[in-house]
């Protein structure tokens, strides 16, 4: 029979943490969780998340707000402004209505002068990232 190991510890918020190993998983009691990862080459960013990323930067230069108060006033992280900015990020409706109201403009006016741009898609068709552990079903007889 396996026996459970049972350890515990207080950490800094006075909650107890238990974390529990098995001395033996021959027998399947907590089987292993595995996740696979596909890792892609990083693929080039859209063109319109390109112009999209230029034109938030223009028109924040034109208002003289940096970064960290462009991202303070719309309710997101500078590092997300910026990799918005860099066209890597791909910003939700709301998050794009934000900056639009932090930078004193409307969704039409950001959108005005892309018009222009490629609206073709680009790289493969994206694919569902999260994969299911795998499990090993064995029967108890």
């Not at 026996?3 to 089987?31: D, E, Y």
């Not at 790289?123 to 795998?134: Q, S």
Request: with cysteine; net charge positive.
């Amino acid at each position: 029979m396996d026996q459970l190991k049972l350890n515990c510890r207080v950490n800094a918020t006075l909650t107890v943490v238990f974390t529990a190993s098995l001395i033996s998983r021959q027998v399947g009691m907590l089987p292993t969780m595995t996740v696979k990862r596909f890792t892609s080459a990083p693929t080039k960013p859209a063109p319109i998340s390109i112009a999209l990323g230029a034109r938030i930067k223009q028109r924040r230069h034109e208002v003289e707000k940096s970064q960290e108060t462009l991202a303070f006033e719309a309710h997101v992280d500078r590092t997300y402004i910026s990799s918005i900015e860099r066209g890597v990020a791909n910003p939700s409706i709301e998050t794009l209505a934000n900056i639009c109201y932090a930078l004193n403009l409307t969704l039409a006016e950001l959108f005005e002068p892309l018009g222009g741009v490629s609206l073709a898609p680009t790289g493969e068709r994206r694919a569902n990232a999260a994969t299911p552990p795998e499990i090993k079903r064995s029967r108890f007889r």
